[in-house]
């Protein structure tokens, strides 16, 4: 006899990146072009003990021009990337031999700058009416 059963996995993003919840009700959906991030800096991959894989929460990310999907933000990229569209907001689960990946965009709002996941140096963002409007904060010490 064969029994079935079923299993679940819960995902917890961390969101220390987040500086207050100001804009965390208006993300957009967008799709993430998995082939352009770097296994352990922007995603970590499923495993035999972990079967989903996911996108780090906080990846800062650009629109690539050509495809209109989502890459990891790079000032100095010449193909969309260099305009920062937002941050990953949630964690995004994916499954082995995924190149997409649906995720959700934090694009306004207020951020922790030295929690951001991978870094980001915000005096290299260069304003730009289609991208993101996001206050970086530097680190308040108690």
Avoid: C
């Amino acid at each position: 006899m064969i029994q079935p059963y079923t299993t679940s996995t819960a995902v917890t993003a961390n969101r220390d990146w987040l500086a207050s919840r100001h804009g965390t009700d208006a993300t957009e959906t967008i799709t993430l072009d998995l082939s352009k991030f770097s296994k352990n800096i922007h995603y970590v991959e499923p495993t035999a003990g972990q079967i989903h894989g996911y996108v780090r929460s906080g990846i800062p990310v650009g629109r690539i021009t050509a495809s209109g999907l989502y890459g990891p933000y790079d000032p100095a990229a010449k193909d969309g990337r260099e305009i920062l569209a937002g941050l990953v907001y949630a964690e995004a689960a994916f499954t082995p031999g995924t190149t997409k990946v649906a995720a959700a965009l934090f694009w306004h709002g207020s951020v922790n700058t030295a929690k951001i996941p991978g870094g980001i140096d915000p005096a290299k963002i260069v304003p730009n009416p289609a991208g993101a409007q996001i206050r970086f904060l530097a680190a308040v010490s108690a």
